[in-house]
């Protein structure tokens, strides 16, 4: 199984709401991240985890939190975002650790803000 | 810091035909590694090709091959026998010590028939 799997695919959300993302993969991957991409640019890195722990933060404000609660999964919640935060939302898995360990990419979450 | 120029934003090549996507990077690391990754139309991104700084020969991948110039720092990407299939988006990318993935802009790919 060489897949990441995302849900949903796709999410429209009010300003207020509250929502989350899953990602899931069963390829032993401990290292997992959350990218934001927008039209035709690439994608920016927002979160890595490494063995569950929260490695890397790239100053993402806090209205997205992101969530590891086993090694298969990531979760990234959502709260009082704004119309700029419309995006597709990228999850990627990877062995940790060796610089030119491939990074398997999910689907995608194409998130709309109203 | 590090960064990755893309200086194509579009490609067109026939069918059969080769083309060559560029990619120019900046860096004053001497360990790194380099990748070429395709996004397809609502498709999810897959790994192309990589390469690692340190081997001189380049990496080849069936009709994929990359020119890699290390002292001019340019990893290009040349596609043979170019197939409907391989319209995309292609983005150059670039992993160094911090271990995170920088990418280009990238380039998109259409193919003619």
């Known amino acids: 199984d060489t897949e990441v799997t995302q849900t949903p695919k796709h999410l429209v959300m009010g300003m207020t709401n509250k929502k989350s993302l899953k990602c899931e993969q069963h390829?032993?991957?401990?290292?997992m991240y959350w990218y934001k991409q927008k039209a035709k640019k690439p994608p920016e890195l927002m979160f890595v985890?490494?063995?569950?722990?929260?490695?890397i933060n790239e100053s993402v404000p806090s209205r997205f939190s992101p969530e590891c609660p086993n090694s298969s999964l990531l979760n990234l919640h959502l709260h009082a975002l704004q119309p700029e935060d419309s995006a597709l939302y990228l999850c990627?898995?990877?062995?940790?650790?060796?610089?030119?360990?491939?990074?398997?990419f999910g689907p995608g979450t194409r998130l709309t803000v109203l | 810091a590090q960064t990755v120029t893309q200086s194509q934003p579009e490609m067109s090549v026939q069918e059969a035909e080769t083309v060559t996507l560029s990619c120019t990077y900046d860096?004053?690391?001497?360990?790194?590694?380099l990748f070429w990754y395709k996004q397809p139309p609502s498709r999810q991104m897959i790994l192309v090709i990589r390469?690692?700084?340190?081997?001189?020969q380049n990496a080849t991948e069936n009709r994929f091959s990359v020119n890699f110039q290390k002292a001019a720092k340019s990893f290009s990407l040349k596609i043979s026998d170019s197939q409907l299939g391989d319209a995309a988006m292609y983005f150059c990318?670039?992993?160094?010590?911090?271990?995170?993935?920088?990418f280009g802009k990238g380039t998109k790919l259409s193919v003619k028939p």
């Open positions: 990318a670039y992993r160094g010590s911090q271990g995170n993935l920088i």
């Open positions: 390469q690692e700084a340190y081997k001189q």
């Open positions: 390829m032993g991957h401990r290292a």
């Open positions: 990627a898995s990877s062995h940790p650790g060796r610089l030119n360990n491939e990074q398997f």
């Open positions: 985890y490494s063995y569950e722990k929260l490695s």
């Open positions: 860096t004053s690391e001497s360990d790194y590694y």
